[in-house]
């Protein structure tokens, strides 16, 4: 189905020609799924990109033959590639809710994608998109067609973009990252979903992913990648379970085990070296013990419930309220991590926010080293409770603000918690907490575009121990970064909690990422607590019928 014989893409600049990608060959059979795995920059979207014809400008494909069935896709001319997009070849996008054009309803879209590639009648469009989403798991499909992007799940959203990659019966669909924001429920269906399109219609596809434990799971080939260069390709079990590379068995290594818990994650790309010199004598770690860091608390949430209002469908009438969170209780001992798991609308970020004060429960009571937790609307900024507990977000580019230098961004706790007045020191501290974070000095004066999303989390992980926090709420803090990056920043929090004793609770929908931080486990399905228990004893013998169906849906080696 697709031949690609040493594929090379540079991309000039002023500076000279960056080779993204060079002598890249891979195969794709008919109903084969054929795996690109490697790190952040290894050139696993470059390829898809290069596939499909959508490479950013100024980058070009250099050398090497591109060729799909019979048609060489180099030597097509921008209107030939431009009628082969869509119709032949298609592609999944890592964000649906990016993909999607938030002011068309799905009919919309669907109809619009395939009468661009050929001639068809809007009602004969619409009956085959019904047809399609109804294929694809989508219930009451002919009244749900009607609706808009953002009222439909991030799973269902998904669904929907496989759907318009399918509905111009494509021979090739190149998948970029599908499953990364997915909890595991909603990953296994739609992983089982472009298993059986690759059966019964022999669609090929390219799965792009950082997630070996799916590519383990659903690939027949794949082909292992780093700086853009092919390190290791194959079958996959041969690949995985014999790996012949040094780098593949350390990717391999770093991966989070769902069967024990390690020490310390190995990351292939980094190489340890000794802790460059303080910055001026500072000593953040010094500065940590010197609070009450080191003095950890003990939370207790009873009986909470969180109501959202419904949407109004009238000016005098709002939809019935939602229960995100019902009679949710929860104690986390002193010193200890917390694992909060769940499925995606289980509660989990809303429980976060609920104990950070960003969201207000209707019931239920809270305490913080036996001492009443005020609740969001009486939280004021003097409140010790706002620097005792600190949040380290999903995506630090989004919590990061973009218009100001890193040096502002983690200078912001230590004078608005009265910390340290003087402009110089907290400048210094500053440099020395990202010193201790694994960052290097300089990067104080530069903006958070300017780093990758594995430094990004460290300089958020710097930023929140600026705060000299008790209680730090980790929510799902590597969902989006590739393994050897999600084993440095699992080794940092690691170290963190060792060596200030830090109360945590760490968010997740990674079981096996959870298995390695954890010291309890609490389990939430829709909005309630459904089992509450040691670590490994959850992990071999969990009580509770939804937490044995989300062990064994979790891809593993």
């Known amino acids: 189905m697709l031949d690609v014989q040493d594929l090379t893409v540079k991309f000039p600049s002023r500076h000279g020609e960056f080779t993204a990608v060079q002598d890249v060959s891979l195969r794709v059979a008919p109903g084969e799924i054929h795996g ?9 979207s470059t390829i898809g990109a290069a596939v499909i014809g959508l490479l950013q400008p100024p980058g070009y ?22 009628a082969i997009r869509g119709a032949r070849i298609s592609m999944i996008f890592q964000d649906p809710q990016t993909s999607l054009n938030p002011l068309m309803t799905i009919e919309d879209q669907l109809i619009e994608t395939m009468q661009a590639h050929e001639d068809i009648t809007t009602s004969a469009a619409r009956a085959r998109a019904i047809e399609l989403l109804e294929e694809i798991g989508i219930r009451n499909a002919a009244d749900r067609i009607t609706a808009y992007p953002h009222q439909f799940s ?51 596809f390219i799965l792009i992913t950082h997630d070996i434990g799916v590519i383990k799971q659903i690939t027949d080939q794949v082909t292992v990648l780093r700086g853009g260069r092919v390190m290791e390709a194959g079958p996959t079990p041969q690949v995985l379970d014999s790996p012949q590379h040094p780098y593949t068995q350390a990717l391999l290594a770093s991966v989070p085990r769902l069967d024990r818990k390690l020490d310390r994650f190995l990351v292939p790309s ?5 802790a460059p010199p303080l910055v001026a004598g500072v000593d953040a770690e010094k500065w940590l013990l010197a609070g009450d860091t080191t003095n950890p608390v003990d939370l207790e949430v009873k009986d909470i419930t969180v109501k959202f209002a419904g949407q109004r469908t009238s ?25 909060l798991v769940g499925e995606s609308g289980s ?18 009571t809270m305490t913080l080293d036996g001492a009443p937790l005020p609740p969001a609307r009486q939280r004021g900024r003097q409140d010790a409770a706002r620097r005792t507990i600190q949040m380290i977000f999903q995506d630090p580019y989004s919590s990061l603000n973009a218009r100001h230098r890193i040096g502002a961004v983690l200078g912001e706790p230590l004078w608005l918690y009265g910390l340290e007045d003087d402009a110089a020191k907290r400048r210094a501290l500053c440099a020395a907490m990202l010193e201790m974070v694994g960052m290097e000095p300089d990067a104080i004066d530069k903006y958070p575009h300017q780093f990758s999303g594995g430094q990004r989390q460290r300089i958020a992980v710097a930023r929140a121990l600026l705060a000299r926090p008790r209680f730090l709420i980790c929510d799902e803090p590597t969902s989006a970064l590739d393994v050897s990056i999600q084993a440095q920043i699992l080794n940092l929090l690691k170290d963190l909690q060792d060596r200030f004793g830090l109360t945590m609770l760490f968010v997740s929908h990674n079981l096996a990422v959870v298995r390695q931080m954890s010291d309890r486990v609490t389990v939430l399905q829709r909005g309630e607590v459904v089992e509450t228990s040691e670590s490994e004893a959850f992990f071999t013998a969990p009580a509770a019928p939804y937490s044995r169906e989300l062990l064994s849906l979790t891809p593993t080696l």
């Open 347 to 364: 509660g989990k970020s809303t429980l976060a926010k609920v104990i950070t004060g960003l969201v207000q429960p209707s019931n239920g």
């Open 154 to 204: 991030g799973g269902m959203r998904q669904r929907v973009v496989i759907a318009l990659a399918l509905c111009t019966n494509p021979e090739l669909i190149i998948a970029d990252e599908p499953t990364t924001a997915l909890d595991v429920a909603v990953q296994s269906k739609v992983l089982d979903l472009i298993r059986e399109l690759a059966d019964n219609r022999k669609i090929a």
């Open 61 to 82: 494909v250099a050398n090497g033959r591109l060729v799909l069935g019979d048609t060489d896709l180099r030597s097509l001319t921008p209107d030939a590639a431009h």
């Open 36 to 44: 690109l795995v490697g790190e952040s920059g290894a050139g696993k």
């Open 315 to 339: 000016l005098f009438r709002r939809a019935e309220s939602f229960t995100a969170l019902n009679s949710v209780s929860m104690q986390v001992a002193e010193g200890t991590v917390m694992g």
């Open 270 to 274: 980094e190489v340890e070296e000794a």
